[in-house]
């Protein structure tokens, strides 16, 4: 009986340890704002050759970009444009 109290007991806080590592949901961005910040990167990054994503930007690098719409998303879709492409 003791044994079987001390196994439950055990598989009790294993259970509660496992449980703690579980990471919270991530919120999602609104399709609304994806389509803002996308449209507001393309802007202040308008491709190199027009039509041709593959070409690349005429001002900044993918990491700018990738920076500029992380920022973008943060802020719901407003952004201060004082991060200028280098």
Known sequence: MFANLKFGCVWLA???????????????ITADVARKCRTLTA???????PGNPAAGSA???????YEYFDKC???????DN????K
């Open 43 to 49: 802007i202040q990054f308008p491709p190199r050759a």
């Open 73 to 79: 998303v943060a802020n719901g879709g407003k952004v």
């Open 14 to 28: 294993v259970a509660c340890v496992a449980l703690s590592f579980v990471p919270e949901p991530a919120s999602a």
């Open 59 to 65: 001002k900044g690098s993918g990491r700018a970009q």
């Open 82 to 85: 004082s991060i200028a492409p």
